[in-house]
Each structure stands twice: as C-alpha cells, then as structure tokens.
C-alpha cells in the first residue's frame, strides 16, 4: 500500500518563492534572446549603414567642365585627317591631349587647373574628338572627371590651397557630381576615376557557371547513390564521415588543393575562371552532398513504396518520384552553397586571381579576377578613391549574396511540399 502524497501547498512561502524565481529565469531568458537579436540585428545596421555611407560616393563621380579653345591650344589634328580614316590612334598618340588638357584647365582655373583634373582626363577629349572633329575648329566645353584631391576637398579635407580652388570652380559652375556608369561597365584601372567592376563582375559569374557545372550534377548524384543504393558497411560511413568533415575544411585548404592539382599537376592556366571554379566545386560539392541527402532522407518511403507497387523500376522510383519531391531542398543547399562559394577569397588567391587584369574575361580560360579579391584589392591601395570604390564594390557584392539568396527561399517556397 503506498503512502498517500501531501498535496502541495501553493500559497506556501516556499513554494511562492519557486515559482517567483521560475518566472524570473523566464524572463531573463527571454531578455537575452532579445539581446542576441537586438545585437545581430545592430551589427547587420552599422554594416549596412557604414557601406551605404561610404559606398555612396563610389557610384557617382566628381565632373569639371573644362572650356577648350581649341584654335589657341594648336592641337596637331586636323578634322579632315580624322574624318578620313587611316590610323586615327597614331594621330591621338602622336597629338600629347594630356599636355592639352593640362593647359586648358590652367587657363580655366589658375596655375592648380591640372591637379584638379583625373590623370586619365585626357581620354574623354579624346572620345570627345573622336565624336565630333569639327569641335578642333572652334570651343567646346568638354566634361573631365575630377582628381582624387578635388575630391577630397570636395569633403572639406585635405589641401587648404585645394579647398578654396573648388570653392572658386563651384561658384562658377564649373563641378558637379553624377551618376558613374564606368564603375559598372569598366575594369580595374590605376586610375581610381576610371576602374570599375564589370571584369571583375563577370569573372565572377563566369567562376560560378563552372562551379555549379561540376558541383551540381556530381553532388546530386554523390548524394542519391549514399542515399539511396550504397550498402551499410563500415566503408561507407567511413566516406559520409569525411564528406561531412569536408564540409567544415577551412576554404584556403581547397586553394591548396587546386594549386597543387590544377596547377602544378595538370597545367591549367593560371588566374582563369576554370580553375577557379574547379577549385569552389571542390569546397561547394560536401555541402550540396549533405543537402541533397537530406532533401531526399526527407521523402516519405510510402512514394518509393507506391511506386514500386505500380511496377516501377527503382530508378525510375529515384529519378521520376524520390528526386523530383526532393528538388527544392536540393536546390536551397546548392544556391546557399554557391552564394558561400562567390564571397570566398582565400582559395582564389592561392591559385593566382589576384592579378591586374584591366579587360574583361572572353572565355573561361582567360585571366580574370572575381568580386571579393577587387575587393581585396582595392581596400590595400591608399588613394582616397580606392576606400570609396571598395565600399561600392562590397555593396555589389552583398546584392549580388542577396539576390542569391533570394532565389533560394523563393524556390523553397514554390517547390515546397508539406508531408
């Protein structure tokens, strides 16, 4: 016979101090979950904030509006040897448009008229030129990108002397600030006025069509083999357990890997988006194994069953049913994986895309470089345009992570199926 229990006694001061003390870890425990957020959530803000603040400027450009009087400056062209064709450059090379550039912003804007100017400025009167000739035979005011400086006293930093001058140019009218196209549709370039990020960009994009070649298609089939047809023995844990340790390797150690095999071993070209994307294949293909497994681990065995039921062959059970239903899943692991393998740098530095490359790639076989080393880049250079194009550049970069991410959920929510 057991011993009838006391009834508990709630209005007890001992009891009332539990349960006081339980809501009280309730609440703190809520508190910090709150705080995590709050946190995360702030760090994300000043992120955003600071690469929006100074990224900002890097997609506009500081512009001066430089009068030519082109009879006075004696330029040694001649519309009509233009206008009939021959070697139109030897006649550019051969005509020092720097040194008339420079006199036309000294007769402008004083004696510091040519530092105010982009050590590249030349190439718009060149384009200038090439767009009309007959401007040789009167004046013309030609839009000139501003200098690094001009820029910076722009910001009320930097030369005293510098600061007055574009004090001076702005009364005048003579400066303004628009959009820079060039910064979407150029390359990398010495001059900070003139580099852009489309080679790099499309470096990029061609390094992640070759990963998501390879690593796709074997990473889908890598998982529906373990998953579905691979024997329960000691070999093949051995093998899911080093595809799931792989997962965790530091991104540098495929770098490793891809210089010692890609490179050094079959020859590849160097710094090309081929061996970049064999290199990210190699680091993205665990992750699209590990997914995969678990999209397909996820299908309910009453398909398989069903299937087989209606006579089915078991691959077309895996290939007409199992991997269908599993496609959203595997298709999330893939795009997050691909979006992990865009901002890495550290394996594509080791296998060489760190180079200068001043024109965009044609194939994937040419010298390119990719998004996150430009970044890398041009955050090492001290001009003052650099700082500013390497926040712009990070900001393409995240809606480029953004974007990717966002065809991730979007497919996960149209393919989705609820069990």
Do not use: C
Not at 202 to 219: C, D, E, N, Q, R
């Amino acid at each position: 016979m057991t011993e009838a229990r006391t009834p508990t006694e709630w209005r007890s001061d001992a009891m009332q101090r539990r349960i006081r003390k339980r809501y009280s870890s309730e609440r703190n425990f809520k508190a910090l979950g709150l705080f995590a957020v709050l946190l995360s959530a702030g760090f994300l803000a000043f992120l955003i904030l600071t690469m929006a603040s100074s990224g900002a400027r890097g997609f506009t450009r500081l512009n001066i509006a430089v009068p030519f009087d082109f009879p006075a400056l004696a330029i040694p062209l001649s519309p009509a040897a233009l206008s009939g064709g021959g070697d139109v450059d030897s006649q550019f090379a051969a005509a020092d448009l720097p040194g008339a550039v420079s006199r036309a912003a000294e007769a402008a804007f004083g004696p510091q008229g040519a530092a105010t100017l982009s050590d590249s400025g030349w190439l718009a009167l060149r384009a200038a030129i090439k767009a009309d000739p007959s401007i040789l035979t009167r004046k013309a005011t030609i839009t000139i990108p501003a200098s690094p400086a001009l820029g910076i006293a722009e910001s009320s930093e930097g030369d005293a002397a510098m600061q007055k001058l574009y004090a001076d140019m702005k009364a005048k009218g003579a400066v303004s600030r628009g959009f820079n196209l060039a910064f979407l549709t150029d390359s990398d370039a010495t001059d900070p006025t003139q580099a852009g990020i489309w080679g790099a960009f499309k470096g990029s994009l061609l390094t992640m069509l070759v990963t998501l070649v390879l690593a796709f298609p074997i990473g889908v089939l890598s998982a529906v083999y373990l998953e579905e047809y691979a024997p329960r023995n000691r070999w093949t844990d051995l093998i899911e357990v080093s595809i799931n340790n792989l997962a965790a390797v530091p991104s540098i150690i495929f770098g490793l890997l891809g210089l010692a095999v890609f490179l050094n071993t079959l020859d590849l070209p160097r710094s090309a988006p081929l061996v970049g994307g064999m290199t990210l294949a190699l680091m993205t293909m665990p992750v699209i194994v590990i997914a995969g497994r678990n999209a397909i681990k996820a299908v309910p065995p009453s398909i398989r069953d069903a299937a087989l039921g209606v006579g089915a062959s078991p691959i077309q059970v895996v290939f007409h049913h199992v991997l269908p239903l599993a496609l959203p899943g595997i298709l999330t692991g893939t795009i997050i994986g691909m979006a992990r393998a865009l901002g890495e740098t550290a394996p594509l530095l080791m296998i060489g895309m760190r180079a200068f490359v001043a024109t965009p790639p044609g194939s994937i076989t040419d010298p390119s470089s990719v998004l996150p080393v430009q970044i890398f880049l041009w955050s090492d250079e001290i001009s003052r345009g650099f700082i500013e194009k390497t926040s712009a550049a990070i900001i393409v970069l995240l809606v480029f992570l953004l974007a990717m991410n966002g065809i991730a959920i979007y497919l996960r929510n149209k393919f989705e199926t609820r069990w």
